[in-house]
């Protein structure tokens, strides 16, 4: 039925999956859903699809919510599935991935008064969206091809940079280029030297799994300013009225020197009141977006050369009990960190020998490893892009950012392309992190999703209204119940 608004959302992570769940949650007409996702679960993408124990939230799992209006929705389904845990507590990603499919399956079920249709196509990957007067055609890799009214692109974040690509070949095995594949430390052994390109986020993930799996060697994590991730403080502080105030006045501003001057006098003010600087950060998050939507692009260039890495490790901090294990670690030297660059590689046999000038050093360090692994970080910028974004930028619909951010978007989303905005074809997720910054945590996501749903549904509306077919009010869900892991997700 043409009166039935078609939403075709590419990618099940968790941007996908709660974008879909919030829109059923507000279907009051007529609504057809798509959920495409390259993997074979939904609520994963990269931050979930874990199947350590040692990978934790590094977000409290009161602020974990999927649902905007049921801030403890989090903690109660964890409370429903046996699970002891309180707003405070920072609960396995791999826990995390289970609630957010199982809201998924559950938003279905309560959806049966609602008229609405939702189908969900697993392992397949979206390859080409065309875009032709006001509908889309999205290609599927099995050569497929799926009409609909908007398409959502919520893929996640890409993979990493290769700083190594000039010096070693593709067919190094011993180089692991992706780290966020679950068998990709298969074949390292415990007694193996095994080097860590990076000291952020993805590092503190590496040496957790080396950990989980008995490696014994020292591990050497290199990069170019050494610095590692903060660990939260516990228990959570708030910033006093008086000095919130005077920061986000700072903020308002936009000038880099002069929020930098104040970030700096407020830590040390809170901290004649006891306050640490975990509060000033925190207290930042809300008004983040507006500091760099009026930062200039002079200053937003200098934040991304100089501050940025200062930044990350300040607000993306680790849960108490990874944070232990890798201040143990390194108290017992089996965790080096160490700035500088690497400045040549060559495979010799089973080892990869890697020249390295350390910081302050003027001499060159040359070391064997039997395994380099590229924790890196994400990188739009390089050429990590996804086949589908590649060819929405060669087709006109997609455009990157200056910064390797990410794509420029709209207000809601909507993706820019070379003549302006693309109405209909909307970008969620980190993708969209050059227009507002905050586009990478759970509780920034969930507000994003918040507005594009609510943006999805008026227009939805908007086209009910104006039809001139009579619709019946029924639910149509597709199902073909296929188990996976203990749960049960129902697909096409």
């Keep these: 039925m043409r009166d039935r608004s078609h939403i075709v959302i590419v990618g099940g992570g968790f941007s996908g999956v709660s974008l879909a769940v919030q829109l059923l949650r507000r279907a009051n007409s007529c609504l057809k859903i798509t959920l495409i996702e390259a993997g074979d679960r939904l609520g994963r993408g990269v931050a979930f699809n874990t199947s350590e124990a040692a990978h934790v939230l590094n977000t409290r799992a009161g602020h974990m919510s999927l649902i905007h209006d049921e801030p403890q929705h989090f903690v109660h389904w964890n409370e429903r599935t046996g699970r002891a845990v309180g707003s405070a507590d920072f ?17 279905i079920g309560l959806a049966t008064n609602r008229e609405a249709e939702i189908a969900t196509h697993l392992q397949t990957q979206v390859v080409d969206i065309a875009c032709h007067l006001d509908r889309f055609a999205v290609a599927l890799d099995d050569g497929r091809t799926i009409d609909c009214d908007k398409v959502v692109v919520a893929t996640g974040l890409p993979l990493p940079s290769d700083p190594l690509k000039a010096w070693l070949s593709p067919e190094t095995e011993r180089y692991l280029r992706n780290p966020w594949r679950n068998d990709s430390f298969n074949g390292i052994s415990a007694d193996d030297r095994v080097l860590l390109l990076g000291t952020g986020l993805t590092m503190v993930d590496s040496v957790l799994t080396l950990q989980s799996r008995r490696h014994r060697a020292p591990i050497h994590a290199f990069s170019r300013r050494g610095l590692l991730p903060r660990a939260h403080y516990d228990p959570v502080q708030t910033l006093p009225g008086d000095l919130e105030a005077g920061l986000h006045a700072a903020m308002g501003v936009g000038d880099l020197r002069h929020v930098l001057r ?6 040390r003010a809170a901290a004649e009141r006891g306050v640490s600087w975990h509060a000033v950060i925190d207290a930042m998050r809300p008004v983040t977006p507006a500091l ?20 990350d490790v300040h607000r993306h901090r680790l849960a108490p009990g990874p944070a232990s ?13 160490s700035a500088g660059r690497v400045t040549h590689a060559r495979q010799s046999g089973d080892r990869i020998i890697v020249e390295q000038r350390v910081r302050g050093r003027p001499q060159v360090f040359r070391e064997a490893f039997d ?4 924790c890196t970080g994400p990188d739009y910028a390089g050429d990590q892009a996804r086949i589908l974004e590649q ?20 207000p809601m989303g909507e993706a820019c392309g070379a003549d302006g905005l693309i109405p209909g074809l909307y970008l969620l997720g980190a993708a969209c992190r050059p227009r507002s910054w905050e586009h990478t945590a759970v509780p ?21 209204h104006s039809s001139r077919s009579t619709v019946l009010p029924f639910l149509r869900v597709r199902k073909r119940r296929v188990v996976a892991g203990g749960y049960s997700v129902r697909r096409n």
């Design 91 to 107: 609960v396995s990603r791999m826990a995390f991935g289970h609630y957010v499919e199982d809201t998924f399956i559950e938003t």
């Design 325 to 337: 294990t890798i201040g143990a670690m390194l108290a017992d030297s089996r965790l080096k960190a």
């Design 292 to 311: 760099w939507a009026n930062m200039s692009a002079a200053d937003r260039m200098r934040f991304m050369r100089w501050l940025r890495p200062y930044w």
């Design 444 to 464: 920034e996501l969930r507000q994003q999703v918040g507005v594009l749903a609510a943006e999805l549904s008026r227009r939805q509306g908007k086209l009910q």
């Design 371 to 374: 395994w380099i692994i590229n």
């Design 391 to 410: 060819r929405l930028i060669a087709r006109g619909l997609l455009k990157p950012d200056t910064l390797g951010l990410g794509y420029i978007t709209g």
């Design 262 to 267: 104040t970030v700096r006098s407020t830590i």
